[in-house]
């Protein structure tokens, strides 16, 4: 089981951080096919939230296939979004780390790496690569 | 379904003064709304009027259908927590409930009983001597019991410590999940509202300056930063709700249904509580210029005036 929670500072809306924390509990394999969701009214008390906003996260997560609630009982995870790349994880984080000290002995900051990561990431990704 | 809230050129004066002036709304069932504006917008005046405390001087209001107070039922089909949550100072937490029990026909002893054996409230306290959050949940509990499908609340957190503040939005948002009542409540804070409301209202200056689902509406703001510009020279579709400038720069929060295509722009998501200010800004600002009329360069400036 996860728990959730909200920054209200983000200007992402509440119910897309519910789905964003979701999906990022499945990339990296802290939720797993079978393993229940908080329920939704376990949610709106532990976060004092809208069961709307609890409701329109957890139908998207249906409506892309991750999850299946069974009446009465609960929302379930049916899908998984890490299996095939989990196991590379590991590698590509040591590779990333050894990166990072590079970057950071070449003299650059927080936020030079990061704007360099985002600027890397969004030419990848026009270019089709990624 | 029936709207809970349907208000077609609903307005109340006091003598001369309009406190209320040209609201229409239609609210859904099964929303929880945010009514948000400063003090003295009218807020308080607007659910007076949807529970049946104040009669129209002008327009008319429906609530679940019905005429507001019109009949027992109707009364029983509406919760109501006035502004700092009046309670008898005498009479103790269990008198309260025996009284709810007495005055409702459709009152849920049990829940009211759970409710306060969650909250540790001892039956025998006197209501005089509870703290501010206790009252109010106090009030809660009897608004609760009686199983309204609308629950109307008039600045429920307004004065209340932020972890009661915290306790009292976490026992409306269960009560809303578990029964589905529709809820309106009001605050001058849009962080108290930010959380628990899917569907929003604000009043400013006795008129309702915008309503709707508060996703389409974040959808539908952005905010554009770029060279500066004139605000009359943005597309028809585009409706500017504030306007800033430097002599180089223009910034704009505007409503639009279609994209923001001018590749002169920085599109900006806009949160909540700025959207809301954007327009309690536009709405002073378009009360004062009513005032002094002198300053049209000011308002054409502004852009967006009405």
Same mark, same amino acid.
């Given at each position: %089981?996860?728990?959730?929670?909200?920054?209200?500072?983000?200007? /992402?809306?509440?119910?897309?951080?519910?789905?964003?924390?979701?999906?990022?509990?499945?990339?990296?394999?802290?939720?797993?096919?079978?393993?229940?969701?908080?329920?939704?009214?376990?949610?709106?008390?532990?976060?004092?939230?809208?069961?709307?906003?609890?409701?329109?996260?957890?139908?998207?997560?249906?409506?892309?296939?991750? /999850?299946?609630?069974?009446?009465?009982?609960?929302?379930?995870?049916?899908?998984?979004?890490?299996?095939?790349?989990?196991?590379?994880?590991?590698?590509?984080?040591?590779?990333?780390?050894?990166?990072?000290?590079?970057?950071?002995?070449?003299?650059?900051?927080?936020?030079?790496?990061?704007?360099?990561?985002?600027?890397?990431?969004?030419?990848?990704?026009?270019?089709?690569?990624? | %379904?029936?709207?809970?809230?349907?208000?077609?050129?609903?307005?109340?004066?006091?003598?001369?003064?309009?406190?209320?002036?040209?609201?229409?709304?239609?609210?859904?069932?099964?929303?929880?709304?945010?009514?948000?504006?400063?003090?003295?917008?009218?807020?308080?005046?607007?659910?007076?009027?949807?529970?049946?405390? $104040?009669?129209?001087?002008?327009?008319?209001?429906?609530?679940?259908?019905?005429?507001?107070?019109?009949?027992?039922?109707?009364?029983?089909?509406?919760?109501?927590?006035?502004?700092?949550?009046?309670?008898?100072?005498?009479?103790?937490?269990?008198?309260?409930?025996?009284?709810?029990?007495?005055?409702?026909?459709?009152?849920?002893?049990?829940?009211?009983?759970?409710?306060?054996?969650? $909250?540790? $409230?001892?039956?025998?306290?006197?209501?005089?001597?509870?703290?501010?959050?206790?009252?109010?949940?106090?009030?809660?509990?009897?608004?609760?019991?009686?199983?309204?499908?609308?629950?109307?609340?008039?600045?429920?957190?307004?004065?209340?410590? *932020?972890?009661?503040?915290?306790?009292?939005?976490?026992?409306? %948002?269960?009560?809303?999940?578990?029964?589905?009542?529709?809820?309106?409540?009001?605050?001058?804070?849009?962080?108290?509202?930010?959380?628990?409301?899917?569907?929003?209202?604000?009043? /400013?200056?006795?008129?309702?300056?915008?309503?709707?689902?508060?996703?389409?509406?974040?959808?539908?703001?952005?905010? $554009?930063?770029?060279?500066?510009?004139?605000?009359?020279?943005? *597309?028809?579709?585009?409706?500017?709700?504030?306007?800033?400038?430097?002599?180089?720069?223009?910034?704009?929060?505007?409503?639009?249904?279609?994209? /923001?295509?001018?590749?002169?722009?920085?599109?900006?998501?806009?949160?909540?509580?700025?959207?809301?200010?954007?327009? %309690?800004?536009?709405?002073?600002?378009?009360?004062?210029?009513?005032?002094?009329?002198?300053?049209?360069?000011?308002?054409?400036?502004?852009?967006?005036?009405?």
């Amino acid at each position: %089981m996860i728990e959730f929670h909200l920054n209200t500072t983000s200007g /992402v809306s509440p119910y897309l951080q519910l789905v964003q924390q979701v999906r990022r509990a499945l990339r990296l394999g802290l939720l797993a096919e079978g393993d229940q969701l908080p329920t939704v009214k376990d949610v709106v008390s532990r976060l004092a939230i809208n069961p709307n906003t609890v409701l329109k996260a957890y139908r998207e997560l249906e409506h892309s296939g991750l /999850v299946a609630a069974r009446a009465g009982v609960g929302t379930f995870v049916t899908s998984t979004l890490s299996n095939a790349s989990l196991a590379a994880h590991g590698p590509l984080r040591v590779e990333l780390q050894r990166w990072l000290t590079k970057a950071r002995r070449a003299g650059l900051d927080d936020e030079s790496i990061e704007a360099l990561f985002q600027d890397s990431f969004r030419y990848l990704t026009d270019e089709g690569v990624a | %379904m029936t709207d809970v809230l349907d208000a077609q050129g609903l307005g109340k004066r006091y003598r001369k003064r309009w406190a209320l002036r040209d609201c229409t709304l239609q609210v859904p069932a099964g929303r929880v709304v945010g009514l948000v504006g400063p003090n003295g917008a009218g807020k308080t005046t607007l659910l007076h009027l949807a529970v049946g405390l $104040l009669a129209p001087s002008a327009g008319t209001v429906g609530v679940l259908g019905g005429r507001p107070a019109a009949s027992p039922t109707q009364l029983g089909r509406v919760g109501f927590v006035a502004q700092e949550t009046p309670l008898y100072a005498a009479l103790s937490v269990a008198d309260h409930l025996k009284f709810g029990a007495w005055l409702n026909p459709n009152w849920d002893a049990g829940i009211a009983a759970r409710r306060i054996d969650q $909250l540790g $409230l001892d039956p025998k306290q006197r209501a005089g001597k509870l703290s501010g959050g206790q009252r109010a949940q106090l009030a809660l509990t009897l608004a609760i019991a009686k199983r309204p499908e609308l629950l109307v609340l008039d600045e429920p957190v307004a004065s209340l410590d *932020p972890l009661a503040r915290h306790q009292f939005l976490q026992h409306l %948002m269960e009560a809303a999940a578990d029964d589905g009542v529709s809820i309106v409540l009001s605050s001058h804070l849009v962080s108290d509202l930010e959380r628990v409301c899917d569907y929003l209202i604000v009043l /400013v200056d006795s008129r309702v300056q915008v309503a709707g689902d508060v996703d389409d509406l974040l959808a539908c703001h952005h905010r $554009l930063i770029g060279p500066r510009r004139d605000a009359d020279r943005l *597309p028809a579709n585009q409706e500017v709700i504030e306007a800033s400038h430097t002599d180089r720069q223009s910034t704009f929060v505007v409503r639009t249904d279609g994209p /923001v295509l001018d590749p002169a722009w920085t599109v900006e998501q806009i949160g909540l509580e700025d959207l809301v200010l954007a327009y %309690m800004r536009r709405a002073s600002n378009t009360a004062n210029s009513n005032t002094a009329n002198n300053n049209t360069a000011n308002s054409a400036n502004l852009g967006g005036v009405e």
